[in-house]
């Protein structure tokens, strides 16, 4: 190997973690900035219920601000999703404003995971 080339395999090794943090930042902040913009597009309300014993366990544990993280992380899919698919479609975002999407999660035995999906009926409204 010449003197060049090991000070360019040099140069480039010592600056490749540099870089890297430099795209990692400015992904980070494209997503924040992504983030921040499908807020302004759409607000969500979410309300969440659950039987006693899921706030119970959580406060027992400690978590409680876990189920919160959950919630958040669920509700922001969700809007970037239908963002999304408005954005494909050529929809404007405010098609979703009062519209609503149940969510029901119930807990069952290892490997009996059922899914339904259900819309609601018209009622003759177009």
């Not at 930042?25 to 759409?42: I, P, S, T, V, W």
């Not at 969700?78 to 408005?86: P, T």
């Not at 929809?91 to 969510?103: P, T």
Request: hydrophobic residues 35%; negative net charge; proline residues 2%.
């Amino acid at each position: 190997m010449t003197t060049k080339s090991m000070q360019m395999s040099r140069s480039s090794h010592t600056d490749s973690p540099a870089n890297h943090k430099k795209i990692t930042e400015a992904e980070e902040e494209q997503k924040r900035e992504r983030l921040e913009d499908d807020k302004n597009r759409l607000d969500i309300d979410c309300r969440v219920f659950a039987d006693d014993i899921i706030p119970y366990l959580l406060d027992k544990a400690g978590l409680r601000g876990e189920l919160a993280m959950i919630i958040e992380t669920a509700t922001g899919a969700v809007r970037r999703i239908l963002l999304h698919a408005a954005d494909r479609t050529g929809w404007k975002s405010d098609a979703f404003i009062n519209a609503f999407l149940e969510l029901h999660i119930r807990f069952a035995e290892p490997n009996s995971i059922n899914i339904t999906i259900k819309q609601e009926e018209d009622n003759g409204k177009n």
